[in-house]
C-alpha cells in the first residue's frame, strides 16, 4: 500500500543520474503543479511518499556527500514542490536522502526536517530513511524521523527501549510516530489498505489492455518536437509504398526508462520497428548503425529515415557525459548528407547533447517514453496525435555551458567531508543561468513545437490580474501550445543573485483560440527572508513575459507591486 514516488527534486546539475526520476525539471513551479495531482491519483490507491527530501542532486559520493546551501536558495527553488506536496498534496509521506546539507545527514536532519518540513509545511503524515540513510536512534528520531528502512538497525525494539531508559526520547516521541505512521494508512480507501489480501503485490502482473491504452496516450502526449524545418512531419500515413529507414539499435530494441529502484520493467514493449510494421508499412529499411556505410546507404535508397538515439542513466551514479550512446552523434551527419529527409528521435533521461541538430531538419525527443514507445511514437510522428510536449530541462550547447566549478559540482574534499558540493550559484541554474548570461542553449526549458502555431496577442495587466490570448495561426488544426507566464523580479537587472525571470503559470491548448488569466499571488512576489524567517512581498515594478519557451517571449508587460 505505498507507491514510492513521486520523485520531486529541482534538477540543478544536468548528469544527475536520478534526474530522469524527478518531475520538477529545472523549475520548483513546475515541480510544484505536477507533483499535486499525480500525489492525489496515487492516493485513491495507495500511500504517496514525496522523495528524495532535500537537495538529493547528485548521485556521486551520494551516501557521503555534503551539500552547502543557504537557506533563501533552499527555501525559494529547493523547497516548493516538497512544500506543494504538503499544503495541497496533502502526501502521506516524504523520504529523506542520503545526503548531508549543511553538515547534517538529511534523515536527522532537525532543521529540514521539524523546522521546514513538520513545521513551516505543516507535514502531519510520516518521514521514511531511504534504504540505508538512518545513522542514529535518538538523534534521528527527534530530529524528524519517523521510519528506518529496510530494517530497524537504530530502531530496533532494543534501540528505542534503551533510549527511553535514558530518557533521550520521551513516551510522546514513540506515540507521535506511531500516530504520524497510522494516519497514511488510515487517509487511503479501506479497500486500498491490504492490497493482494496482504499478502506480495511484487510480482503480480497487474497491466490491463486499457493501462496499456493509456500509456500509449500519455507517452504520444510526452513527446517533444523540438525542430520541424520545411514541415517534414508529419509523415504521410496513407503512403504505404514509403521506404523507411530506421537506423539505431533503438528502432528494434528501444531504452524506455532509467534504472535503479525507480525502473519499470517493460516485458512488453512495442519497438518502433514493429509499430510501423502493424501500420502496414513494409519497406523497412534496418539498420543497426554499427556499420556505418550500411547506415547511410539504407538512409540513401529511401524516401526518409529516422535515427534513433538514446542517453542512459540510472541509481547510483552520475551520468559520465550528455552524449548519445554508441556513434550515433557521429552518424547523424553521416546520414543526414545522403538524406534530405532525416528525422533524428532522442530518447534521454534528461538533457542530452544535440551537435548534429543544423544537419537535420526534424528532431523529436520522447524523453522515457515507457513500453508503449512505438506505437505513442508513431501516432506522433504520422500526425495521429499533435506534439505537444514541452522540454521540462534545457538541452545544452556543451557539456558544461553553466560553467560549474569542481567545488561546485561535483564537490572536493574538505576537512571534514568526503565530498563537499557547495551551492554558490544560489539560484542561478537551469534556464535562469541561461537567461542571467544571456546564453542561447540548444533547445530552452518550455520548448517544444506542434504541427501548427500559434499568434499571442492582448496582453492585459490589471492589478495583479495578467491575461492574453492565443489564436491558431498556422499549420493543422488540432495543434497545441503551451503559454508560459514568467516574472522578473524589480532588481533581477542589476542584482547578480536574482534570475532574469521565474516561472509562475503555464497551461496546455489545443484550440483554435483560447483566453488565459492568472492572478500573481503573495507568495508569486514574495522572498524568503532568511532573518526574520518568513515569506515577505517584494515591492516594486516587476517586469512580466509570456511566451512559447523560457526564450521565446512573445508578450512583455509590467507590473507595479
Given at each position: 500500500n505505498i507507491f514510492e514516488g513521486p520523485g520531486i527534486n529541482v534538477a540543478r546539475v544536468m548528469q544527475n543520474g536520478r534526474n530522469w526520476e524527478y518531475i520538477s525539471g529545472e523549475d520548483p513551479v513546475l515541480g510544484a503543479r505536477m507533483a499535486v495531482p499525480l500525489i492525489h491519483g496515487v492516493q485513491q490507491n495507495a500511500m504517496a511518499v514525496a522523495k528524495h527530501y532535500i537537495t538529493n542532486n547528485q548521485e556521486t559520493q551520494r551516501l557521503a556527500?555534503?551539500?552547502v546551501v543557504d537557506e533563501t536558495t533552499l527555501m525559494?527553488?529547493?523547497?516548493?514542490?516538497?512544500?506543494?506536496?504538503?499544503?495541497?498534496?496533502?502526501?502521506?509521506?516524504?523520504?529523506?536522502?542520503?545526503n548531508r546539507i549543511n553538515g547534517v545527514y538529511a534523515c536527522e536532519n532537525n532543521h529540514t526536517l521539524n523546522t521546514m518540513l513538520k513545521g513551516r509545511y505543516g507535514f502531519d503524515g510520516f518521514v521514511v530513511s531511504d534504504w540505508g540513510a538512518t545513522h542514529s536512534t535518538d538523534l534521528s528520531l527527534t530530529s524528524g524521523l519517523d521510519v528506518e528502512m529496510p530494517k530497524g538497525a537504530f530502531f530496533?525494539?532494543?534501540?528505542?527501549?534503551?533510549?527511553?531508559?535514558?530518557?533521550?526520547?520521551?513516551?510522546?516521541?514513540?506515540?507521535?510516530?506511531?500516530?504520524?505512521?497510522?494516519?497514511?494508512?488510515?487517509?487511503?480507501?479501506?479497500?486500498?489498505?491490504?492490497?493482494?489480501?496482504?499478502?506480495?503485490?511484487?510480482?503480480?502482473?497487474?497491466?490491463?489492455a486499457a493501462h496499456k491504452a493509456l500509456a500509449r496516450t500519455l507517452s504520444a502526449a510526452s513527446?517533444?518536437?523540438?525542430?520541424?524545418?520545411?514541415?517534414?512531419?508529419?509523415?504521410?500515413?496513407?503512403?504505404?509504398?514509403?521506404?523507411?529507414?530506421?537506423?539505431?539499435?533503438?528502432a528494434t530494441n528501444p531504452y524506455t526508462g532509467g534504472q535503479g529502484s525507480g525502473s519499470v520493467s517493460d516485458f512488453d514493449k512495442v519497438s518502433p520497428a514493429a509499430a510501423l510494421a502493424a501500420r502496414g508499412f513494409s519497406n523497412l529499411f534496418v539498420e543497426d548503425g554499427v556499420n556505418e556505410t550500411a547506415a547511410v546507404a539504407?538512409?540513401?535508397?529511401?524516401?526518409?529515415?529516422?535515427?534513433?538515439g538514446s542517453a542512459h542513466a540510472g541509481e547510483g551514479a552520475d551520468r559520465a557525459n550528455l552524449s548519445l550512446t554508441a556513434n550515433i552523434d557521429a552518424l547523424v551527419p553521416e546520414v543526414a548528407k545522403t538524406q534530405p529527409r532525416t528525422v533524428v528521435v532522442v530518447t534521454a533521461p534528461g538533457s542530452?547533447?544535440?551537435?548534429?541538430?543544423?544537419?537535420?531538419?526534424?528532431?523529436?525527443?520522447?524523453?522515457?517514453?515507457?513500453?508503449?514507445?512505438?506505437?505513442?511514437?508513431?501516432?506522433?510522428?504520422?500526425?495521429?496525435?499533435?506534439?505537444?510536449?514541452?522540454?521540462p530541462v534545457t538541452f545544452p550547447v556543451g557539456e558544461n555551458d553553466q560553467g560549474m566549478t569542481e567545488e561546485q559540482y561535483p564537490g572536493v574534499k574538505s576537512e571534514a567531508f568526503v565530498l563537499q558540493?557547495?551551492?554558490?550559484?544560489?539560484?542561478?541554474?537551469?534556464?535562469?543561468?541561461?537567461?542571467?548570461?544571456?546564453?542561447?542553449?540548444?533547445?530552452?526549458?518550455?520548448?517544444?513545437?506542434?504541427?501548427?502555431?500559434?499568434?499571442?496577442?492582448?496582453?492585459?495587466?490589471?492589478?495583479?490580474?495578467?491575461?492574453?490570448r492565443l489564436d491558431h495561426a498556422s499549420g493543422l488544426a488540432g495543434a497545441c501550445d503551451t503559454p508560459q507566464l514568467y516574472i522578473g523580479y524589480p532588481h533581477a537587472a542589476t542584482r547578480a543573485g536574482v534570475p532574469t525571470k521565474v516561472l509562475r503559470y503555464f497551461k496546455k491548448t489545443c484550440t483554435t483560440g483560447a483566453d488565459f488569466t492568472y492572478t500573481l499571488t503573495d507568495r508569486d512576489v514574495s522572498n524568503w527572508d532568511a532573518a526574520a524567517k518568513a515569506w515577505k512581498v517584494t515591492r516594486g515594478t516587476y517586469a512580466i513575459y509570456v511566451g512559447a519557451s523560457s526564450q521565446d517571449v512573445r508578450l512583455t508587460g509590467e507590473v507595479t507591486i
Open positions: 556527500e555534503n551539500n525559494e527553488l529547493y523547497g516548493p514542490p516538497f512544500e506543494a506536496a504538503a499544503t495541497e498534496g496533502h502526501v502521506a509521506s516524504y523520504m529523506c536522502a542520503y530496533s525494539v532494543e534501540n528505542l527501549q534503551k533510549a527511553l531508559a535514558a530518557k533521550v526520547i520521551s513516551d510522546a516521541d514513540v506515540e507521535e510516530r506511531c500516530e504520524r505512521i497510522l494516519s497514511g494508512w488510515y487517509n487511503i480507501p479501506a479497500s486500498r489498505r491490504y492490497p493482494c489480501n496482504g499478502g506480495d503485490c511484487i510480482d503480480k502482473n497487474v497491466s490491463t513527446t517533444v518536437l523540438l525542430k520541424n524545418d520545411g514541415g517534414v512531419l508529419p509523415l504521410s500515413a496513407a503512403d504505404k509504398s514509403m521506404k523507411i529507414a530506421l537506423i539505431g539499435v533503438d539504407a538512409a540513401a535508397a529511401a524516401d526518409v529515415a529516422i535515427v534513433f542530452v547533447l544535440t551537435e548534429w541538430r543544423s544537419a537535420v531538419p526534424a528532431v523529436v525527443t520522447n524523453l522515457l517514453p515507457g513500453e508503449q514507445v512505438g506505437p505513442a511514437l508513431m501516432d506522433v510522428l504520422f500526425g495521429d496525435v499533435m506534439p505537444q510536449g514541452k522540454l558540493a557547495n551551492y554558490t550559484e544560489g539560484q542561478i541554474v537551469g534556464y535562469r543561468w541561461y537567461d542571467k548570461h544571456g546564453a542561447v542553449p540548444a533547445f530552452p526549458f518550455g520548448h517544444g513545437l506542434s504541427y501548427g502555431a500559434f499568434a499571442y496577442s492582448g496582453l492585459k495587466v490589471d492589478e495583479r490580474t495578467i491575461s492574453w
